[in-house]
Structure formats: C-alpha cells, structure tokens
C-alpha cells in the first residue's frame, strides 16, 4: 500500500501537506483545469490536492468536474 502525497496545491512543487494510504477514502471536492489533480478532503480539516498518476490510470474521475471551485487558492 504505496502512501499518496497530499499536497497544498496542484503541482508536484507544492508543498506536501500530508500522505495518506492508497486505500484511504477521501471526498473528491473536483479537479484542477488540466485533469491531471483531484481536489480531496481533508487532511487534518485541510483540503489538499493528489496527483493522479498515483491513483493508477484516472479513468474513474471522467465525471468530475474541472475547474470550478477547484483552484489553488480555494
């Protein structure tokens, strides 16, 4: 069970707010404008950002949304 990085915001230069294990459940709050993050909660309260190439081939997310409220700053 290979921990997934959460991070603060959409990019793998972020700074990691935590890691949680592949199986956690997590609530998809959405995705980021390239597809390629989903927008999770919560972290210690705190919504983070898990790159999809972690989740394996991100054909489940195709019904999520992009943009949106799913933004870096909120």
Same mark, same amino acid.
């Given at each position: 069970d290979t921990p997934l990085t959460v991070r603060s915001a959409p990019s793998? &230069? %972020?700074? *990691?707010?935590?890691?949680? &294990? %592949?199986? *956690?459940l997590l609530r998809i709050e959405g995705r980021d404008n390239s597809g390629r993050w989903l927008r999770v909660c919560c972290i210690d309260g705190v919504s983070g950002w898990v790159n999809l190439t972690e989740l394996g081939d991100g054909s489940f997310s195709a019904g999520i949304p992009f943009g949106g409220v799913c933004t870096a700053d909120g």
């Open positions: 793998v &230069a %972020a700074p *990691a707010i935590g890691s949680l &294990a %592949a199986s *956690a």
